[in-house]
């Protein structure tokens, strides 16, 4: 293995050396990053399966979706981005609840059985990744998912058996986010913000050979903010910035880092999701925190993303979250966050 993510104090380093060590100041011991959830996405619902075929072919492939995201790691690497997040039942493709409610794309089964097909796909992400000095931030749960799965027993199981994988894996290029947004839309006690440290408990406790691995939660967009033993726990802190301007997320970021918790003691500060803006990229790095790229794609019925349908051909395809995706960098929104990555960092690691 040839890459290792570590801290230092509000820093990331990989390897040992800070993150862009060669950049301007502001930039360095950051991880920039792109939201890219549905890397090891599949559909087991024959219902709503056929949603996600290919424009190209009339197909939908969950190897050929892995395989050319891996293959376009390098393209992002050369534009100086760090970190990608990986979701283990990805976020939402389309959000009109005929396909919502009912599509099923999880790497465990509902009694917590792992599916060696989703794990296989993601083996290859983390060596694509590694290969190329870079970090993978995989996300544990998402709600609509977990939904699926109504034992809170499995759930702690599953946290500390999918820990215990990665671990064994070999691979160090690993940051948990072990719930996305945890909120109280979860419907779920034990993912409740005032709850949801249980799992995170788990996923710090479970050690292979003394090494564990780096954890967090992230929150919902907004103001919401970790908040009790979530936020005492935490090694590093996961804020969304969903739905707000670059100015709320300034006031977010400043809110969080000013908690007595961080200054007690003081931990890195990353945006996993946020949207496309680059005045938010601009707030967010300014303030100190680094920024993750989230494009949803048109056709998902997701704000301003549901106002267009989606496209018709492959090559056309937006965003990198509504199935199936294209993974160059194929739009103008695209091409914004990647170059002004490149231009900050000049293709830096």
Not at 126 to 143: C, Q, R, S
Request: hydrophobic share 35%.
């Amino acid at each position: 293995m040839k890459t290792e993510v570590s801290m230092d104090g509000t820093k990331f380093l990989i390897n040992g050396r800070l993150t862009y060590e060669s950049a301007a100041a502001p930039i360095q011991g950051m991880l920039l990053n792109s939201r890219m959830v549905q890397a090891v996405f599949d559909d087991e619902c024959p219902e709503t399966r056929e949603r996600w075929r290919y424009p190209d072919t009339g197909e939908w492939n969950p190897d050929r979706n892995t395989n050319e995201f891996c293959a376009t790691l390098p393209v992002y690497r050369d534009h100086g981005l760090l970190a990608v997040t990986v979701g283990l039942q990805g976020g939402g493709s389309v959000y009109d609840a005929d396909v919502y409610d009912r599509y099923v794309n999880s790497v465990f089964a509902p009694d917590g059985e792992f599916k060696q097909p989703y794990f296989d796909r993601l083996t290859r992400i983390l060596k694509a990744a590694d290969d190329l000095g870079m970090i993978v931030i995989v996300n544990y749960f998402y709600w609509k998912q977990i939904e699926k799965m109504p034992d809170d027993d499995v759930v702690l199981d599953v946290t500390a058996r999918t820990t215990e994988w990665l671990l064994q894996s070999g691979f160090r290029n690993i940051l948990v986010d072990v719930a996305n947004e945890a909120h109280a839309f979860w419907k779920r006690d034990l993912f409740l913000p005032e709850n949801v440290h249980r799992v995170l408990d788990v996923a710090m406790n479970t050690t292979v050979g003394g090494r564990r691995l780096l954890c967090s939660v992230s929150t919902s967009g907004g103001k919401q903010l970790p908040v009790g033993k979530w936020l005492e726990m935490e090694d590093f802190s996961l804020p969304h910035g969903n739905g707000c301007s670059a100015e709320q997320l300034t006031a977010k970021l400043n809110q969080l880092k000013g908690t007595s918790e961080h200054k007690a003691r003081p931990r890195p500060v990353m945006v996993n999701e946020d949207g496309i803006s680059m005045d938010n990229f601009d707030a967010a790095t300014a303030s100190g925190c680094s920024w993750g790229f989230y494009a949803q794609g048109y056709g998902s019925g997701y704000g301003e993303w549901g106002k267009r349908e989606r496209e018709k051909t492959y090559d056309a395809l937006s965003g990198y979250q509504t199935v199936p995706i294209n993974w160059s960098i194929n739009t103008p929104a695209k091409k914004a966050f990647f170059d002004k990555a490149r231009e900050l960092t000049g293709g830096a690691g």
